[in-house]
């Protein structure tokens, strides 16, 4: 959602946080701003509605030159997207906040702030923060003093950064329920709730973990943790390549991360896959033993994470005989679960950061699951931290807000776990396993093969290019392929899009098929193809117009109304993973049609950290 950046330094800091913003537009925002102690011992704010571009234009008008200062996208939750409702929020001239995340009490603070004789100039739930602040000075001259008592009377999720102009030698920060992470550098330390932001300035990073509390120096850094005792937190070096922010010659960086496909799901198959069998190993030491008493998996997840535990829910029954529930984390989090007995809990999530995963595997643990695995894309993230296993899906950064090889990576650690879990169960057959080994090791190649379709997608597009509406339809471990193909072509090209399992068809959307309709199928030759030709006749009957994506040995033709592309053969179990391709190049070549911001569509955030 939002972001932060931060800086105290003995340079001037301005470019390093206009920097930091503009890496940070993958997360979504409708306005930014940046408040800087000026060399004239005077606090100064720029705040724009709109892309960071527009703040970096008014700071070339307008320069703030400075040692210390912060920075934010906002993402709006309370209160419209302007100018006035962007973060820096001040109290009085001299104290200034940015805040990831929704403080659930605001309406009562600033109650009680408006009787204390604050006057509020923003709609913002983020302003109650800065107010209480500058009201707790008045009782704790220290600023992180002050910080840690109001702290207490904060409820709901936030990461802060704070400065005063009263004491310019440091940069406070608080995290709760939002991430946040410290840049170590030379003479000068960072702040940012990611260290993508930070990546221009060092390799050098410190996780703030729940409850903490910091207080960075120029060239000191001190936590406290929840409990208010002095801790350390682990200094990591972070080892990704710079060229992960580039687009390189990509138009956008959704294109790019599409076609690295072939690329990350190789490496997440690396050293996880021995001679005819998984590793199982992979997923940490006592994972075999762990993964023996397994008699039920529950996945919880969110968006397109949630569509990758659905084609899980397929393999977890049919390959490794063990039944398996999944479920949207925002429902799970708030409903009343009856837990089966030796249940695992998997959650799956490209930032770790996601606010609903996080809570719903919080309340997981006082549920009495048997234990918990994560699926993630970021090793030092909370999800990562708190859960007893992990996978890592090794995808790299993903900056398009539409997620594509973070997907694509998380249904090959799903693969990855029914195998294990088959393995050591003894529910899957070696010679199943064996198969599906080598399988997993063509992967690569068949993505590539499909990838190389790009241009004869890119041309089908064009059917898209007046319509308003879309139907996409599969069968069995298909359907999830639809739902997030529908998912992908709404996101990014504003086109409504739903999708159904072929077989309903009947009950229901078949009112809604008409020439203005198209339908969009994928048939991989299964068992189930014969059943599907059946719904895609009722479609041609009403003149419905069809895009079918079919196994090259399904036998499907073109013609009248029908547009089938032949997809490479592969084994019906990796079905998904493969048709998964066609429809994001579809979904990316539609938005470029509409005109759309392919990277940063309208109203979306890449890492959904509040609720």
């Known amino acids: 959602m939002c972001g932060i950046v931060g800086a105290v330094a003995e340079r001037n800091i301005s470019a390093i946080l206009v920097e930091g913003l503009k890496r940070l537009e993958y997360r979504g925002y409708d306005s930014a701003g940046v408040a800087i102690f000026s060399s004239a011992g005077t606090l100064q704010r720029c705040r724009r509605s709109g892309k960071v571009a527009e703040l970096e234009q008014a700071l070339a008008g307008e320069p703030l030159i400075g040692r210390l200062g912060i920075a934010h996208t906002r993402w709006a939750t309370h209160g419209a997207p302007c100018e006035r409702n962007a973060h820096p929020h001040f109290s009085g001239d001299d ?32 302003e109650t923060i800065v107010h209480l602040l500058h009201h707790k000075l008045k009782a704790h001259a220290d600023l992180a003093d002050a910080l840690k008592a109001a702290i207490p009377e904060l409820h709901g999720a936030y990461g802060l950064a704070v400065i005063s102009a009263q004491q310019p030698d440091r940069l406070l920060a608080a995290r709760s329920g939002s991430p946040l992470v410290i840049g170590l550098g030379m003479g000068e330390n960072f702040l940012a709730s990611d260290q993508l932001a930070l990546r221009q300035v060092t390799d050098r990073f410190m996780y703030l973990e729940e409850g903490d509390i910091a207080e960075i120096r120029r060239d000191s850094v001190q936590i406290w943790d929840a409990a208010g005792q002095s801790v350390q937190r682990e200094q990591v070096q972070y080892h990704e390549g710079a060229e992960a922010a580039d687009k390189g010659a990509y138009r956008h960086f ?36 762990l993964f023996a008493q397994v008699k039920n998996v529950q996945i919880v997840a969110c968006g397109t994470s949630y569509h990758a535990g659905m084609v899980a829910r397929y393999w977890l029954e049919e390959l490794a005989g063990i039944p398996c529930q999944i479920e949207v984390a925002s429902e799970f989090r708030y409903r009343k679960v009856v837990v089966h007995p030796d249940s695992l809990f998997v959650s799956i999530s490209q930032s770790g950061e996601t606010a609903d995963t996080l809570a719903a595997l919080r309340n997981a643990k006082e549920l009495g699951f048997l234990s918990s695995l994560a699926i993630c894309n970021v090793g030092t993230s909370s999800l990562v931290r708190e859960s007893a296993l992990t996978l890592l899906t090794q995808a790299g950064p993903e900056i398009g807000v539409a997620s594509t090889k973070a997907f694509t990576t998380q249904l090959v650690a799903l693969m990855l776990l029914t195998l294990s879990l088959g393995q050591v169960r003894g ?10 080994v080598a399988e997993l090791r063509r992967l690569p190649t068949r993505l590539g093969e499909a990838l190389a379709m790009d241009k004869t997608i890119e041309k089908l597009a064009e059917l898209f290019a007046e319509k308003h509406h879309t139907l996409f339809l599969g069968r069995g471990a298909q359907y999830p392929v639809a739902m997030e193909g529908a998912l992908k072509l709404k996101e990014i090209s504003y086109i409504h899009a739903e999708a159904y399992p072929a077989g309903e ?31 895609l006749q009722e479609v041609r009957a009403r003149g419905g117009e069809l895009i079918v994506f079919a196994d090259q040995q399904a036998c499907m033709r073109n013609g009248e109304g029908t547009h089938v592309v032949n997809m490479p053969h592969i084994h019906d179990a990796l079905a998904p993973i493969l048709y998964t391709i066609p429809l994001q190049l579809l979904s990316y070549y539609v938005a470029i049609l509409k005109g759309t911001d392919v990277d940063q569509p309208r109203n979306l955030a890449k890492s959904v950290t509040v609720e």
């Not at 109650?111 to 709609?123: I, K, N």
């Not at 991360?257 to 997923?283: C, M, S």
């Not at 529910?427 to 599906?436: G, R």
Request: no cysteine.
């Open 95 to 126: 104290l200034a906040v940015v805040h990831n995340g929704i403080i659930e009490n605001h309406e009562a603070l600033r109650e009680r702030l408006q009787g204390l004789g604050y006057v509020f100039s923003s709609d913002t739930d983020t």
């Open 254 to 289: 959704m294109l790019k991360e599409i076609h690295e496909q072939p690329k990350v799901v190789q490496r997440t198959l690396e050293g996880r896959l021995g001679t005819d069998q998984v590793l199982v190993q992979a997923f940490g030491p006592q994972a075999a033993e």
């Open 427 to 436: 529910t899957l057959s070696k010679e199943l396993e064996a198969e599906l």
């Open 505 to 535: 068809l009947k009950h229901g959307p078949l009112a809604l098929v008409d020439s203005d309709m198209p339908v969009v199928t994928v048939a991989p030759n299964n068992e189930l193809l014969e059943k599907l030709k059946s719904n």
